[in-house]
């Protein structure tokens, strides 16, 4: 199956940068049209994926969890931090200076066998997660669609996020030093970026922690 990897178109901020973050994509059947370049809040051209082979700095954990948003225990699968940026929006087509028309179309790495769109999945709260970790049918059984605990500064999200894509950035990079070209992380929706921390459109990326849990708010097709 041919992969094609783009990013998000440049646009320039008022105060600091976006991120670019590229995600993998799964082509339609030939009976539609291929997605073009998909736009990115820093990146200005398309660029070729190449195979991440730094470090994952996150780290997989099999300990138990308490979700005090529905006081709920789950077994998590994986945890992590680094910065989340914003690639789409299904709800605001235009926001911060960007256009993510192009971007909603794209395919999601969930999506992998169905061929889902970001429009057809129709929910802000998708995250993007490392790449690297969706590659494998394994990797996509295990986290799409399982639920995303997210912390901005100490404060722990009740926006109920789950795993339905790849970041190629977020699969590179270091979690304690920002870079557009690579840093571990999350990509969100920009609603949802933007409610975790009022610096979203400014600064274009945010420090996050996370973790996954055994919980699944989405069922995608992953067999």
């Known amino acids: 199956m041919k ?3 783009s990013i998000l178109g440049a646009l320039a901020l008022a105060v600091g940068a976006s991120a670019k973050c590229v995600h993998t994509r799964i082509p339609r059947p030939s009976t539609t ?7 990115s809040t820093t990146a200005s051209s398309s660029i070729s994926s190449t195979t991440a082979s730094s470090s994952i700095s996150s780290t997989t954990d099999t300990t138990d969890t308490t979700d005090t948003s529905n006081n709920s225990t789950s077994n998590v699968l994986y945890k992590g931090k680094g910065f989340g940026t ?11 200076g960007a256009d993510f028309t192009t971007q909603n179309v794209g395919n999601v790495m969930c999506g992998w066998d169905s061929v889902k769109t970001l429009n057809d999945i129709d929910s802000n709260n998708l995250v993007a997660m490392n790449s690297l970790l969706l590659k494998t049918a394994e990797g996509r ?4 669609g399982k639920r995303i605990i997210v ?25 304690t030093q920002w870079q557009s070209g690579g840093a571990a992380g999350l990509d969100f929706s920009f609603s949802t970026l933007n409610k975790l921390s009022p610096l979203a459109c400014q ?13 699944t708010l989405y069922h995608f097709d992953t067999n």
Do not use: M
């Not at 912390?151 to 979690?175: H, L, N, Y």
């Not at 600064?203 to 996050?208: C, E, I, L, M, S």
């Open 3 to 5: 992969i094609n990897i």
């Open 33 to 39: 049209s291929s997605t073009s370049s998909t736009s």
């Open 86 to 96: 914003y690639y789409y929006d299904v709800e605001q087509l235009q926001a911060c």
């Open 141 to 144: 059984a295990k986290y799409c």
């Open 151 to 175: 912390t901005v500064d100490g404060v722990k999200s009740d926006i109920p996020f789950f795993v339905g894509d790849g970041c190629e950035r977020c699969a590179r990079g270091d979690e």
């Open 203 to 215: 600064d274009g990326h945010v420090a996050v922690e996370y973790e996954i849990v055994d919980e």
